[in-house]
Nanobody, 126 residues
Framework: QVQLVESGGGLVQAGGSLRLSCAAS????????MAWFRQAPGKEREFVAA????????FYADSVKGRFTISRDNGKDTVYLQMNSLEPEDAAIYHC???????????????????WGQGTQVTVSS
């Protein structure tokens, strides 16, 4: 049974930083894509960032490029999202997601992911 457990959310002032963690368990993830999505109240779930475990290839939403960094720790089966220069618009529940996704499929589509974590709340005060 695959489990994804997020941590690291909290309240931060605009311009501040947070690092989210997603601890994965239940199988080996060497052939998986791991991603972060977020959902603010009244809005659709949106793609934030993804990383292919093999090769470490990364993908970002335009809205976070240059501010957020996704990374992985192979030994700990953990994915991180370093968030810098946070803006009030970044406030949302952040979810970790995982699945095997072929190269020809989009890692930005929530429908491609089978496994999801419960989420961690990020609040940004202005």
């Amino acid at each position: 049974q695959v489990q994804l457990v997020e941590s690291g959310g909290g309240l931060v002032q605009a311009g501040g930083s947070l690092r989210l963690s997603c601890a994965a368990s239940g199988r080996t993830f060497s052939d998986y894509v791991m991603a972060w999505f977020r959902q603010a109240p009244g809005k659709e779930r949106e793609f934030v960032a993804a990383i292919r475990w093999i090769g470490g290839y990364t993908f970002y939403a335009d809205s976070v490029k240059g501010r957020f960094t996704i990374s992985r720790d192979n030994g700990k089966d953990t994915v991180y999202l370093q968030m810098n220069s946070l803006e009030p618009e970044d406030a949302a529940i952040y979810h970790c997601a995982a699945n095997r996704i072929p190269i020809y499929s989009s890692v930005r589509s929530a429908s491609e992911y089978h496994y999801w974590g419960q989420g961690t709340q990020v609040t940004v005060s202005s």
